[in-house]
C-alpha cells in the first residue's frame, strides 16, 4: 500500500523488542491512523500499555463500547479517515453491534480491534470469552482472529484494505491478549511490509 511508504520513522521503544501490541499499533501509525476511541478492559490491557508508549496515537477515552464505534463514525464522517476502535472481549466486543452495524448500512469505514482471552483458553468457554466472528460476522464487511504475532500485520493491513475499499464499511480483528503481548519483530520491515 502506497500509505506505508511515505510513513514516519517508528518511534523509540524502552523494551528492546516490540510487543504484538505494539507491532500493531505502529501499523496503524503508517497506515495515517492519528486518533482511536475505546474502552479499556482486561483483554486489552497489553495494547493499552503500547498505547501509553505511543505519542503518535490520540487515544478517546468513552463510556461505553457502542459510544467507541458511533464516535469513530462521526470521526470517519467528517474527515474521510479510517475510524478505528479498540474494545475488550466478551460484552465489550458485543456492545459493538449496534455501530458496527449502523456504519455497514451507512458505507463507514470502520476498523475494530477487539481483545480476546488468551489463545490457549479460546473454546473453553473461559470468563468474558465470546465468538467475537459469529457475532461480528453480518455486521461487518470482514473480520478474521489472529492466533500468533506474525499474523498481526497481514490481517491488519487486509483489514484496512477492506475497511476502505470499494463500498467502506466496518471491519473487525479480534486479538488474543497473549498474542499482544507477545514479543514482535524488531520493525515492520522484518514482517514483511
Not at 478492559?41 to 477515552?61: I, K, M, N, S
Request: hydrophobic content about 45%; proline content about 7%.
Amino acid at each position: 500500500m502506497d500509505t506505508f511508504a511515505a510513513a514516519a520513522p517508528a518511534a523509540t521503544s524502552t523494551s528492546s523488542a516490540p510487543t504484538g501490541a505494539g507491532l500493531l499499533l505502529d501499523l496503524l501509525v503508517r497506515a495515517g491512523v492519528d486518533t482511536v476511541f475505546g474502552y479499556p478492559g482486561g483483554a486489552v490491557l497489553p495494547l493499552y500499555d503500547a498505547l501509553q508508549q505511543e505519542p503518535r496515537l490520540r487515544h478517546v477515552l468513552v463510556r461505553h463500547e457502542q459510544a467507541a464505534v458511533h464516535a469513530a463514525e462521526g470521526y470517519a464522517r467528517s474527515t474521510g479517515r479510517l475510524g478505528v476502535v479498540f474494545v475488550t472481549s466478551g460484552p465489550g466486543m458485543a456492545n459493538t453491534t449496534s455501530g458496527l452495524l449502523d456504519a455497514l448500512s451507512d458505507s463507514i469505514p470502520i476498523l475494530c480491534i477487539s481483545g480476546q482471552v488468551q489463545t490457549a483458553s479460546i473454546g473453553t468457554d473461559a470468563f468474558q470469552e465470546c465468538d467475537a466472528l459469529g457475532i461480528s460476522r453480518p455486521v461487518t464487511k470482514w473480520n478474521a482472529q489472529v492466533r500468533s504475532v506474525a499474523g498481526i500485520a497481514p490481517a491488519v493491513l487486509r483489514a484496512i484494505r477492506e475497511a476502505t475499499g470499494g463500498r467502506p464499511g466496518p471491519v473487525l480483528v479480534d486479538l488474543p491478549k497473549d498474542v499482544q503481548a507477545q514479543p514482535g519483530p524488531r520493525a515492520i520491515a522484518a514482517a514483511g511490509i
